[in-house]
């Protein structure tokens, strides 16, 4: 486990106020969570839940904009990857059992972020896997977000061709102790240990290098492909996002930001769940790759436009209310 904040690369900007902490979830995991303060009065605090195999350090330009936005920021990197505590031997290995265990982390974060006295109102930005963990804290109904935004949740898997035979083929191999084992073909190295030219993640060759820059100076944030049990962990959450009453009590308003050219998870999928959950609605930045928040400057923009507009609405009666919708987005690809 790290317990520090790695020193950016050479030529990588980053914050310098930014404090790391050591957390402990409730069946004594260690998390590392990360906290910032504005330089002026909060108008609230975002909790930002980052994708499978990311890390602290990689959002520190989207801890910036935050920041500007007078908003305190708290992050967590998730079990088993970042510089928090790892499940299994291999580091390079992205592994969880259960996707609730998430719930624990999230769980120790919000305890230290009411410990910490950080303002409300609470926001929710999340990004892919931190969305479905969100979508997953947002069931339970007790969370106390005013807001949650949603960058590329995943809902379902971009690409599969047979989901339903994928889904009982991950169950059989967990069931046969190969939970903690590599998805077949699985490897150590990250996406960004390979080249720019049609990585499914973003078209900003800067960004895609910074990611490749922090890996180099840390090895130890990197997380290469998931087990098994991650994979059979993430068909049982999609699972229940698949049922017709998933959402129908929600209570915190919800926007999707989907990404147009996303290869990693199913957009379609979350749109339509987003039709289906009270209370959520969803826009598509057309040409946008899987990381939006990563991706070139004008994608970013809008990103950054539907956030401004969705959580400078006044809070929202859910009595049958429909968030408000961010105006329509495109970008050329």
Not at 12 to 23: G, N, S, T
Not at 88 to 99: A, M, Q, S, Y
Not at 267 to 283: F, H, K, V, W, Y
Not at 287 to 299: S, V, Y
Request: with cysteine; glycine share 8%; net charge neutral.
């Amino acid at each position: 486990m790290l317990d520090f904040l790695v020193q950016p690369p050479a030529g990588v900007p980053f914050l310098d106020r930014i404090e790391i902490a050591r957390l402990k979830a409730a069946d004594g995991i260690r998390i590392r969570a990360a906290f910032a303060l504005p330089e002026g009065k909060p108008a609230g605090t975002v909790v930002l839940l980052q994708g499978r195999a990311e890390y602290i350090e990689k959002y520190g330009e989207v801890f910036s904009e935050l920041l500007d936005r007078n908003f305190a920021v708290a992050a967590l990197d998730w079990r088993g990857q970042g510089g928090s505590q790892r499940q299994v031997g291999n580091p390079r290995k992205g592994h969880v059992e259960d996707f609730d265990d998430y719930l624990l982390d999230l769980d120790a974060l919000m305890a230290e972020i009411r410990h910490r006295d950080l303002p409300e109102p609470f926001h929710l930005l999340a990004h892919s896997t931190g969305g479905a963990i969100a979508l997953l804290a947002l069931a339970r109904r007790q969370m106390p977000f005013t807001r949650a935004i949603l960058s590329s949740p995943l809902v379902g898997i971009a690409g599969l061709r047979w989901p339903s035979a994928s889904r009982v083929l991950a169950r059989m191999l967990a069931s046969l102790g190969l939970s903690t084992a590599f998805i077949p073909g699985g490897k150590r190295i990250t996406i960004a240990d390979g080249p720019f030219e049609n990585n499914p993640l973003t078209q900003d060759p800067d960004r895609f290098a910074r990611m490749a820059l922090w890996q180099k100076q840390e090895p130890r944030l990197a997380t290469g492909d998931p087990t098994i049990g991650w994979v059979d962990a993430a068909f049982e959450a999609m699972a229940r996002f698949e049922d017709d009453r998933f959402g129908l009590e929600n209570r915190t308003p919800c926007l999707f930001v989907l990404a147009g050219a996303d290869r990693v998870v199913d957009t379609r999928a979350a749109a339509a769940l987003a039709q289906r959950m009270r209370g959520t609605s969803a826009i598509t930045i057309l040409g946008a790759r899987h990381e939006i928040l990563m991706e070139r400057g004008r994608i970013r923009q809008q990103f950054w436009a539907a956030f401004d507009a969705f959580c400078r609405e006044p809070t929202l009666a859910m009595a049958g209310a429909e968030p408000p919708s961010a105006p329509a987005l495109a970008e050329q690809a």
